[in-house]
């Protein structure tokens, strides 16, 4: 069993965050620590640590990360301006938090490359 984690409970809405999206699969929370005006969580319900522990099981799942990103990026508003998605994996991808997230960054000029 995957160990519990921070986001698990904010999926299951046993700590608070401003969640803008659940279903069944994913939650989508606003981060806590926004670095751009729109910055917000994605995640898979269930708790996979990092990318690295993600199998061919997790195919469709993977995905529905991707297209909700991309459905919420239209809903508030980013999407024709432009949006960055952030998948960080492990120290040296500068993952803080080990339940598989993507970022969803918008609502300004992003700079490339990444520090
Ligand atoms: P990462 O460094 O890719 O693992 O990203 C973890 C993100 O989780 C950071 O951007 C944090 O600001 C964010 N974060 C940590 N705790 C919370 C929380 N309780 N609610 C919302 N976002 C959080």
């Given amino acids: 069993m995957p160990p519990d984690t921070l986001f698990a ?3 299951r809405r046993e700590l608070p965050a401003e ?3 659940q279903d069944e699969l994913v939650t989508a929370f606003r981060d806590i620590h926004p670095v751009a005006p729109i910055h917000v969580l994605i995640i898979p319900n269930k708790v996979i640590p990092t990318l690295n522990e ?3 099981e997790d195919t469709a799942l993977l995905g529905k990360l991707l297209l ?3 459905k919420l990026a239209e809903q508030l508003g980013i999407a ?3 949006y960055r998605l952030v998948l960080n ?3 040296d991808g500068g993952q803080s ?4 997230h993507v970022h969803l960054l918008g ?4 700079t490339w490359p990444p520090g």
């Fill in 9 to 11: 409970k904010i999926a």
């Fill in 19 to 21: 969640i803008v999206y």
């Fill in 54 to 56: 993600a199998t061919e």
């Fill in 68 to 70: 909700t990103a991309r």
């Fill in 80 to 82: 024709e301006g432009g």
């Fill in 89 to 91: 994996c492990n120290p």
């Fill in 97 to 100: 938090v080990y339940h598989l």
């Fill in 107 to 110: 609502g300004r000029k992003m």
